[in-house]
């Protein structure tokens, strides 16, 4: 099973209620998260990550698994979210894969074929000196489709999407074998809905701490430019907090990013409606 759809859109609180109803019906549901900012350790008011209260006593799995000065590819992920799935059907369990980082999904329901290319330092070191801007344009050119739904303010993966498609001399075509069978429902909100529930929620997550989160990751060894990396709450409340906007500007900036990477995830998720 698997419960996909934008941020704010109600996937995790579906996921536990669904997972509560099957356990009256004797079937035990554990919930593995597909969501790219979620698996490292310390972002929890920064991701929106599910709190042990709201869990609910269900199984959760593939949070709190890497630290965020490290950086975890789609391969990583799917490599270990493989692993996890595969002991929940040993027990006699059902999976649920829960999450919006659609390349995520899809390398587990799909069973997408990732490409294996080795990091090209010399290629990153002149990428790194691009605006994000130049970056894009390079990315638009070499793969159209990776453009349209890549975190457009997340520079690690625009260089690692670049690095790809220069180093197979062409745009790869995806290649896939579905290793599970799968089911798929799509959770979405009206527009305004949507946007009301992501300001409110931006706001409730402000006042328990977040700017503090970001505080404490970057006291601890996570650099500027690794927090900017991560992308939307880490990237603007790093920018916050090193005086490069204010906080009104702060909220305002991510508000608009968000939605943006709303867009996205409809996009890639609209498939699903086939």
Known sequence: MSIVGPTS????????????????????????????????????L???????????LIPHHMLDIVSPKKVYSV????????????EIITRGNLPVLVGGTGFYVDAITKGIILPEVPPNKELRKKLEKLETKKLLETLKKLDPARYR?????????????????????????VKAKPKYDVETIYVDLPDEELKKKIHTRLLARIKSGMINEAKKLQSSGVSWKRM???????????LHL????????????????????VKRQRTWFKRLQN
């Open 9 to 44: 859109s109600g996937k995790t609180a579906v996921s536990i209620d669904f997972a509560k109803k099957l356990k009256g019906l004797g079937i035990t549901a554990e919930i593995v998260s597909a969501d790219s900012r979620q698996v490292y350790i310390g972002l929890n």
């Open 75 to 86: 391969a990583d992920y799917k490599k270990d979210a493989e692993k996890i799935i595969d």
């Open 228 to 238: 900017e990396e991560l992308g939307l709450e880490c990237r603007f409340v790093a």
């Open 46 to 56: 920064l991701s929106g990550k599910v709190t042990k209260k709201e869990m609910g």
């Open 149 to 173: 739904e890549i975190d457009q303010n997340n520079r690690v993966r625009i260089v690692r999407a670049i690095e790809i498609a220069k180093s197979l001399g062409k745009v790869p075509k």
């Open 242 to 261: 090193q005086g490069k906007m204010s906080k009104k500007e702060m909220i305002e900036e991510l508000e608009k990013s968000t939605w943006q990477y």
